[in-house]
């Protein structure tokens, strides 16, 4: 049924997998709507207690929007564009059972969006993560809303308008991740966590959920009105196309 993610619900568990291991697991409007879609199917389903999110292989957990699609946008689309990730943004902050993100290599810009919006980050040792948005020409408006909360202004500056990249060592420093774990133990701890909220109850847990998007719907509501406004004028100043015809450029070389 779907051609860019796997879906499998196994002992209570449902399980995700961006499956586009060719693009490092970068992700178009439809891969998108495939998780949406698997999302809606695991919270309805009573057998699944958790969902975990992953990407296919060892390189990659998402590389974030495949620029072959986002370089074609125009600015009149650019609102639009937004939106098909808020519609996945906003089921994900506002999914009743918890959603661990296993984090198995890079994660970048709207990847590592998606990786920050789960209730937990499970990081392998070979995990790094980065908005690159500024070098393809970019805003990042959600990536700065989404770790303003935990890093302040000073360190949410230096990563978004530098794009440097952090290790999975640093992003336990800075909380960003619950666990480190080594790459041949990584299944298994991701499996053995999952188990452990499978028990947990699941009425308290959707309580508790609720609550913590009450204490930061206004946030997110207000950043996807400033995001569809920034890209508009992002798209219609030309430099999107710009910087990411000169990456495609680049990988040429």
């Known amino acids: 049924m779907y051609t860019d993610i796997l879906y499998e619900v ?12 060719k693009v490092m697991n970068a992700w178009t409007k439809n891969t998108k ?3 949406l879609d698997a ?5 309805k389903d009573e057998i699944v207690k958790v969902v975990i999110i992953t990407g296919a292989g060892d390189k990659a957990f998402c590389a974030g929007q495949d620029l072959k699609e986002s370089k074609e946008i125009k600015a009149d689309k650019a609102s639009e564009w937004i939106t098909e990730f808020d519609n996945l943004y906003w089921t994900i902050r506002h999914f009743e059972k918890p959603i661990i993100a296993a984090v198995n290599g890079v994660a970048i810009g709207s990847g590592w969006q998606l990786a920050l ?7 392998s040792e070979n995990a790094r993560f980065a908005f690159t948005e500024i070098d393809v020409g970019f805003a990042c408006i959600i990536g700065s809303t989404l770790l303003w909360s935990t890093l302040g202004e000073s360190l949410t500056k230096e990563l978004i308008l530098t794009g440097r990249f952090i290790n999975a060592e640093e992003a336990l420093k800075y909380q960003l991740v619950n666990k480190l774990v080594p790459q041949k133990d990584f299944e ?6 999952a188990v452990e909220l499978t028990k947990k109850a699941p009425v308290a847990t959707k309580l508790n959920k609720q609550w913590y998007c009450r204490l930061t719907d206004q946030a997110y509501l207000n950043c996807i009105s400033f995001a569809k406004e920034a890209h508009t004028i992002g798209y219609a100043s030309g430099e999107p196309k710009k910087y ?3 990456f ?5 070389r």
């Open 117 to 123: 919006l789960c209730d937990f980050r499970i990081a």
């Open 248 to 252: 495609f450029e680049e990988r040429k």
């Open 188 to 193: 298994r701890v991701v499996n053995n966590f």
């Open 39 to 43: 999302l809606r199917k695991a919270g």
């Open 10 to 21: 196994k002992d209570s568990k449902g399980r995700i997998t961006i499956n586009r291991p």
């Open 244 to 246: 990411q015809d000169e």
């Open 33 to 35: 709507e495939e998780i």
